[in-house]
């Protein structure tokens, strides 16, 4: 992509397992220090939604690169900020992107609330109980329950958690 806008190489810069949820992380800082420096004069990117996915820090890096001189390339999307019209379909993208990672949010968010409202196991199991034998549900462990039992009454004596521990 480089060869096609006639620009020379200066870094390739790989997040792997990073969320664009955030622009704090190492690969976006040390683009952003590039940036700063005059070091750069365009940014490209594999795809938009790699970069970020919350259109205010979108916009704050729109402006940044904007003061600089600095042109925002997306790749897949065919995107380039050089234009009114690039910055335009870049900011309606980003707000696309951000109401997509917020409705996943909440979708799961409320699946995870219903199964705990219907007695399914959500995450770990608490010491004290166990799988139901439907493999759905969660169940009091008697045995671990007798031990918390123990640790209760332990406890309204007055024995330290230091105590119990040993």
């Not at 020379?8 to 800082?29: C, F, N, W």
């Not at 608490?126 to 039992?149: I, M, N, S, W």
Request: net charge positive; aromatic share 2%; glycine share 10%.
């Amino acid at each position: 992509m480089a060869l096609v806008h006639g620009a020379e190489l200066v870094a390739v810069i790989q997040e792997g397992g990073e969320s664009a949820k955030t622009l704090d992380r190492p690969g976006m800082q040390r683009v952003l220090a590039m940036v700063e420096r005059r070091q750069v004069q365009a940014v490209i990117v594999a795809k938009l939604d790699r970069l970020t996915r919350s259109v205010r820090d979108l916009c704050e890096l729109l402006e940044l690169l904007e003061r600089r001189g600095v042109a925002l390339i997306s790749v897949a999307e065919s995107l380039d900020t050089g234009s009114a019209a690039g910055r335009l379909v870049i900011n309606i993208m980003a707000a696309v992107s951000q109401w997509e990672r917020e409705a996943i949010g909440e979708r799961t968010r409320d699946a995870l609330r219903h199964k705990r409202s219907q007695g399914e196991r959500v995450g770990n199991i608490a010491f004290g109980y166990r799988l139901a034998a439907d493999g759905k549900h969660v169940e009091a462990d008697p045995g671990e329950q007798t031990v918390l039992e123990e640790v209760r009454r332990l406890r309204g004596a007055g024995v330290s958690l230091r105590s119990l521990q040993r």
